[in-house]
Structures are given as structure tokens and as C-alpha cells.
């Protein structure tokens, strides 16, 4: 099966590219339904483009629903642009659309009229043929004709819901107007809509573009969080590597926070999901339209911050906390107050990688758990804070790496050490026990000063690196 959901997504673009220029036009000839027209499409535009990570569409979007009148126009001028730029430029593989049918002036018809840089037109005269064409090519799109000169169309239709692999696909079956029965029939059987015979060209292109974006729309659900409708990690990585490497471009700045939802008594377990619902609806109204939020995991969620360097989020985020603490103040006893978050903040400019930046932000996270007031650390805030130091002895210095990664991600100063043992204890089984229990050296007492600068000297250097 196809398994890359951008290339849905723009298969509707073409359709609202059409809507958006019609909704223009009616403005500028003054009629009252073109500005709610305009807000309704750039409503489903903001959501969908983050979803499928075109940011540039969502900020487009965004822009004619924050516009005054007088700017409508010119906003909406710009998301249009917006929209045939990326039709125009993203490189997505094409999805085949497979037309099974007799009658060649209709394959002719419908091949003309759906092929673009985003279909193709797969043509099968025959039950026999289509079999065959699915056996070879993945299919997003099926239009069956119900007269076939080897197999009944409805027979067919059968057969394909029973494939695994065309279980799921959207079939509009092509008919001439029939009874209801045999309408009600072929939907029992697994028909999606049906074309009318003798074939309406245009309006058969939305209804199989509108039917191919659904069916995207629906692969593509698994990217949202199903209790927040955030974005999932996969969805935000996404969106993230896009967000990256246009900063590498532009030179602009970028941030990620790393946000704990702080729960109240009670209220984990039964009623969990409602804390988080609550929480997302509160934080998602007090950020920006652009700024892309997504659940991590349980009660860990990541921000994304597009243009904004570290001390724009950090301001954002404690604007934030506020709007929720005002808003759990004003909460009726018969509420469920909003819960509260501490964030860590980071930026994530230069290339720095998803995995890194996480990581970051998880350290600045519990930075903001164990400091006293401080519900939001940045990365320019821990360069003032006080951490607490860890001695690390041992031996094994890749061992050592890792303690010491992971022991800083927890926000404490680690400092490892080579062991040089020096005593006055000399006998064999004491310079065995000692090496026994993880010692890198062993020096007598007395010593020699040369001998004992020369060892260290080796097991500095031996040590390498370190971590930090």
C-alpha cells in the first residue's frame, strides 16, 4: 500500500487551488458569502497543511483568519500563491488510478481528463486485465465499470473488497442511471459513489480528486494523537526536519520546548484522558496559530517554534502559564480546572538534530522540576543556574561516557576521573585486589615525583575526551 501521506494530501490541493480562485473573484465582485467562504476553506487549510507538515500553507492560512477586511483580499491572494507553489515544486510520487472498463472512448475520456504529475491512469478492459494490473502496480483510486465482457462489474466489486490490498480503496462504480436497488446493491458490496453514464468529465475530476484526498485524509489519521488531536512524534519529525532546514536556509531562528503537563491530585487514572483534552484545548488557545504542538508520549508534549529564538518561546510559554493559572482561578467548582506545565527550551538552530534537541529539552525539563519558582528553563537560563556535581571513578571509559550523558541529560555536573591508586601497602595481593576493584594505576609509597607526573600524564591522555 502507499504509505506517503503527502502525496494525498496534494492530490486535493488542485481542488482548493479552483475554490480558493473562485472565493477571490467573488470578493472582489463584492458578494457577502466570499469572506466566510474564504475563512471556512482557510480553516481546513491551516489544520491539514501542519498536519501533513506544509507549514507554509498553515501560516498562509492562518493569515486571512487573523486579516482585517480590508486585508482579506491581499491574504488570500497570498495563500493562493502559496498553494500553487507547492503543487507546483513538492516532488511526490505519483498515485495510480485504475479505470476497469470496455469502453475505450471512456478510457480515453477519463485518462485525459485525470492524468497530471500527481495520477496516472492505469486502463483495464477486462476483470481479467485488472486482476493483473493490481497484481503489478499499488492503486489509490478505482473506477469500475459494472458492464465487463468477461465477469460482472458487481461480481468484481466483490472480489476487491475480499483483496487485502483493495479492501480499503475507494471504488466509484459507472453506470447509467439505475434503480435504487441496484444502487442499494452495489453499496452493500463496497462501492464508495457512483458516475453516471453518459460520463460528465467535469464532474468526475473533484469527485475522484475529493475521493483520493479522503482516503489520504484517513491513512493519515494515525499521524494525530487520538485524545489531543495533536501530532504524534512521527508527524512532528516531520514537520521539524521541514521547519530545520528551511532555518539552515533563511538563517532564522528556531526553538523546541519540551513540556511536562503537571497533574493535580486525583487526577490520574479514571479521567486522565479529560486532563490531557483539557490541557491541549488550553495550551494550543494561548500559543501562536504557527507554533506546531505535538504529544510525546503520556504526559509529555514538544513545541515547535518557527522565526522565535530562545527567549520569544520562553516568554510565550510563561505568558501561557498564566492564561492557565487565570483560568483555573476563574474555574466554577463544578470544573475541571487546567492542569499546569513546566518546559524546558532549547534552541534548535545549526542542524541540530530531533534526537538532540529532545534531549536537551528533557534536561532543562527536570532543571524546571527541582528549581524552586521556575516553571520554564531555557538553555540561556541553565548557563546561570547552580548544578550539583557528581564525582564519577571509572575505569571503563566508554562506561563512563554513557553515565555522564545521561547523568547531564538529569541536569547534574558530572566529573570522571582516572584512578591512581598511591599507597604504602605493596605486597601482590594488595596491587591485585586493587586493580580487582576498578584502579587504573598502582604507585608504592615512596614514590619517585617523575614516575608518578609520567603515569598521570598517561592516563590523562589514555582517558580522552570527555563528556559533557
Known sequence: MIDDARRWYCQGLSLQVDAMDRAIRALSNGEREAAPSLQRLARGLRESGQCFGFSEISEAATAILEAEPERLEESASRLLDTLRTVTAVVDTAVVNVLYVGADQTIA???????????????????????????????????????????????????????RPDTAGLPILVLSKPSSIGLRSECFALGADGFVSRPLDVGALVPEVVSAL??????????????????????????????????????????????????????????????????????????????????????DDYVVLFPGTGVHGATVALKKALRSLAESAASADSGQRKVASFTAGVVAATGGAS???????????????????????????????????????????????????????????????????????????????????????????????????????????????????
Open 354 to 468: 530531533l534526537t538532540d534537541v529532545i534531549a536537551e529539552g528533557d534536561r532543562l525539563l527536570y532543571v524546571a522540576r527541582t528549581s524552586h519558582g521556575d516553571r520554564v528553563v531555557s538553555t540561556e537560563d541553565a548557563l546561570a543556574q547552580q548544578t550539583r556535581l557528581i564525582v564519577l571513578a571509572e575505569d571503563d571509559q566508554v562506561t563512563a561516557n554513557v553515565i555522564q550523558h545521561r547523568l547531564a541529560r538529569e541536569g547534574f555536573q558530572v566529573r570522571h576521573f582516572p584512578v591512581l591508586m598511591l599507597t604504602s601497602l605493596g605486597s601482590e595481593q594488595d596491587i591485585v585486589r586493587a586493580f580487582q576493584l576498578g584502579a587504573n594505576d598502582y604507585m608504592t609509597k615512596p614514590f619517585s615525583s617523575a614516575e608518578l607526573k609520567a603515569r598521570i600524564h598517561r592516563l590523562v591522555e589514555g582517558a580522552g575526551p570527555r563528556v559533557r
Open 213 to 298: 484526498q479522503r482516503f489520504g485524509e484517513i491513512r493519515a489519521e494515525p499521524r494525530r494523537d487520538p485524545v489531543t488531536h495533536f501530532l504524534n512524534r512521527a508527524a512532528f519529525s516531520e514537520t521539524y526536519a521541514y521547519h530545520a532546514s528551511l532555518s539552515a536556509r533563511n538563517r532564522s531562528p528556531l526553538s523546541v520546548a519540551v513540556i511536562g503537563l503537571e497533574r493535580g491530585n486525583g487526577e490520574n487514572g479514571v479521567g486522565g484522558d479529560t486532563v490531557a483534552r483539557t490541557f491541549a484545548q488550553a495550551l494550543a488557545k494561548s500559543l501562536r496559530e504557527v507554533d506546531v504542538i505535538a504529544r510525546w508520549g503520556g
Open 108 to 162: 480515453r475520456a477519463i485518462t485525459a481528463a485525470l492524468s497530471d504529475r500527481h495520477r496516472e491512469v492505469k486502463v483495464a478492459l477486462t476483470a481479467e486485465q485488472a486482476e493483473r494490473v493490481l497484481d503489478e502496480y499499488e492503486v489509490g483510486l478505482i473506477l469500475l465499470d459494472l458492464v465487463l465482457p468477461d465477469r460482472d462489474g458487481r461480481d468484481l466489486l466483490s472480489a476487491l473488497r475480499r
